[in-house]
């Protein structure tokens, strides 16, 4: 029987050397590693602060989160969601990618400044916050641009 998938989501912070060019360098090396581990998530970058849902089998997520917390470009990493899936919700995506710069009243309401609403240590809100930011992910990175 195929492994368990589990979905993790954790928020950090960028550390201040962090720019452009280290996010590019960094999508391009995750979405070939992930590629090959059948991984798939997607990544928020706005202002200093990374959200990212990680999915797939759950000894490669739970592997990979663990190498992510040791990574010296962010800190603070705090792990929101920890859940087994039966199916994926990123599955067209090795690593998606938003950074969040559109106006924003794109975003889904209570996403406007911050993953505040995300981070709050509140299960239910981090839960349903989570939910609506998918629901947003999925439905902008479908249409071609
Ligand atoms: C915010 C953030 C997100 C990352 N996401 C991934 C990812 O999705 N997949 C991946 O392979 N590495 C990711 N990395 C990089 C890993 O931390 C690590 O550098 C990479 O897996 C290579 O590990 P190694 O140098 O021990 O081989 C991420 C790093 C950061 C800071």
């Known amino acids: 029987m195929a492994e368990r998938l589990r979905s993790m989501t954790y928020s950090s912070t960028a550390v201040s050397t962090f720019g452009a060019k280290e996010l590019a360098d960094l999508l391009t090396s995750s ?19 990374f959200l990212q849902v990680l999915e797939g089998p759950e000894s490669l997520v739970r592997e990979l989160v663990g190498r992510i917390r040791r990574d010296p470009r962010h800190r603070d990493m705090r792990v929101l969601v920890d ?18 710069e559109v106006p924003r ?29 998918t629901v947003w992910f999925r439905a902008r990175s479908a249409k071609p641009r």
């Open 105 to 133: 009243k794109a975003a889904p309401e209570g996403f406007r400044d911050s993953f505040d609403d995300l981070d709050s240590g509140d299960d239910t809100v981090t839960a349903r916050a989570l939910r609506e930011l």
């Open 83 to 100: 859940e087994e899936i039966d199916e994926r919700r990123f599955a067209d995506w090795t690593m998606g990618y938003e950074t969040l």
């Open 31 to 49: 979405r070939a590693a992930n590629l090959a581990r059948d991984l798939s998530g997607m990544l928020l970058f706005r202002g200093d602060r």
